[in-house]
């Protein structure tokens, strides 16, 4: 399995996983209820204060398994009415929408 990450949706930064050479911060995972988990050392495999962003993906939407919710998540012709978790470094950050995929997968900075 591969690193995957995002760009938080309130300051458009990479998360980094702890693997990097880029020093990690703190990133809040949120639903639509208003919980959040807190992760301040992100591992790189989706996780984030012990809440898989795919599972909580699945949970928002009604999907029935994770696989399912991943295929989703990459599917281009998804419907644009989908539940996003965000992802912010500011725990009350108002933002909405799918998180911007890190191109460097958290790991892979050329700079």
Known sequence: ??????ETQDTNKSI?????????FTVYLRDDKGNSWKESAYQGYAVFGGMDYYDLFREMNGLEDRD?????????????????????EDKDAEVTGKPKECSFQGFFYDF
């Open 16 to 24: 980094p996983n702890v693997y990097s050479t880029k020093d990690t």
């Open 1 to 6: 399995m591969g690193f995957c990450s995002w």
């Open 68 to 88: 399912e919710a991943t295929k989703l998540a990459f599917d281009p012709k998804r419907n644009d009415s989908l539940k996003w978790p965000t992802l912010t």
